[in-house]
């Protein structure tokens, strides 16, 4: 399998979120990568690449994708964003930018406005996704590697490959960012299939909580399925979308099939809605399967409910890989550190041992 790890993740690392009232310390830290980079060095698993080890030169590709995906004042504002933040006052440097007011139900949003606290609570619906001085240049790195893992195998060169990055990518949308997401790599990995030949793609999100940001990209689109298993959106995260009545809408409608389980469960009962899932994906008709990975769904995850030990993750790349269709996975949630890396790659051997 390859692999296409971001090497400038690091570059983005909050210093604090927003939980109930409080700044807490940041769950979306750089070590969730470094032990998944760690743990598939340690079994010599497949070619370890960045993305400019594939693509050392300018990408128009790359940026035509990005364009199509995410909207273009929205590209701007994020490019932007911390310089404007530090104008504001030089003492900015060394705090990260949160949002603290938001459009809401009544409120206009196709205007922009030219306060920047006003714009970054335009595009963001949380107040739990710091954005840091290297923001910009991680998550385009990162949203880089998934358009290269997934032009690797739309290509034919790799069965399967693996855009290993951070910041993570499903919770955001076209123009929004939140749940420490930036750039939606699922949703640019199956764009690119797509462009490649394949007529169908479908998205299988096995984080905890729900693929909100790609569930609102192609809602309205009927060549990409999206499929979502995740924790109950009127208690989990974030909470908005994930109902099971949201089948997509006009062209897409039938294209989007939600799988909201209970805090508490457990493998046995997660593993009969993956099942329903990929019987989606078959009967979709798929050419090409984008995977977003979030292992979050451990019973050791500090923020999330579900109940999944360490070998289940193996039978999950077993049943994805019994598919046998062209696989992209894409790096999520998953947010016991210590554990994130074993977790992570044993989906991958799974996969790859099928």
């Known amino acids: 399998m390859l692999v296409v790890h971001n090497p400038d993740h690091a570059l983005h690392a909050g210093r604090q979120e927003m939980f109930r009232g409080r700044l807490v310390p940041c769950h979306e830290v750089p070590q969730r990568l470094d032990h998944v980079l760690a743990e598939l060095q340690r079994r010599g698993f497949g070619a370890l690449h960045t993305p400019a080890e594939l693509q050392p ?10 364009q199509r995906i995410h909207a273009s004042r929205y590209l701007r504002f994020l490019e932007r964003a911390w310089d404007e933040w530090v104008a504001l006052d030089p003492a900015n440097a060394a705090l990260d930018a949160l949002p603290s007011v938001w459009p809401v139900r009544g409120f206009r949003a196709d205007v922009e406005p030219s306060n920047f606290a006003a714009r970054m609570g335009l595009y963001s619906f949380d107040a739990g996704t710091p954005l840091t001085a290297g923001s910009w240049r991680a998550a385009r790195t990162g949203a880089h590697a998934a358009v290269l893992a997934a032009r690797a195998v739309g290509e034919g060169r790799s069965r399967g490959a693996f855009a290993l990055s951070r910041p993570p990518g499903h919770h955001a949308g076209a ?11 699922s949703a640019l990995a199956a764009q690119t299939l797509r462009d490649l030949g394949a007529d169908r793609v479908a998205v299988l999100d096995v984080d905890y909580h729900h693929g909100n940001g790609t569930q609102s990209i192609f ?42 389980l209970p805090r508490g469960t457990g493998f046995d009962t997660w593993r009969e809605a993956l099942r329903t899932g990929i019987a989606a ?14 292992v979050d769904t451990f019973e050791g995850d500090p923020i ?3 109940r999944l030990k360490s070998d289940d993750y193996r039978r999950i790349g077993e049943d994805l890989a019994a598919l046998a269709l062209p696989t992209v996975f894409a790096f999520e949630g998953g947010y016991a550190v210590a554990e994130v890396g074993i977790n992570a790659v044993n989906v991958l051997e799974g996969f790859e041992q099928r």
């Open 281 to 294: 994906v078959r009967a979709f008709g798929a050419q090409a399967l984008v995977v977003p990975l979030g």
């Open 175 to 185: 123009d929004f960012f939140g749940g420490y997401c930036f750039l939606n790599h």
């Open 304 to 306: 999330s409910g579900f």
């Open 219 to 260: 809602y309205e689109r009927g060549d990409v399925l999206t499929v979502s298993i995740h924790g109950d959106p009127r208690t989990e995260y974030p909470f908005y979308l994930g109902h099971a009545d949201e089948r997509g809408a006009g062209a897409g409608q039938g294209a989007n099939l939600n799988l909201p």
């Open 57 to 66: 030169d300018a990408d128009a590709a790359f940026e035509d994708v990005l």
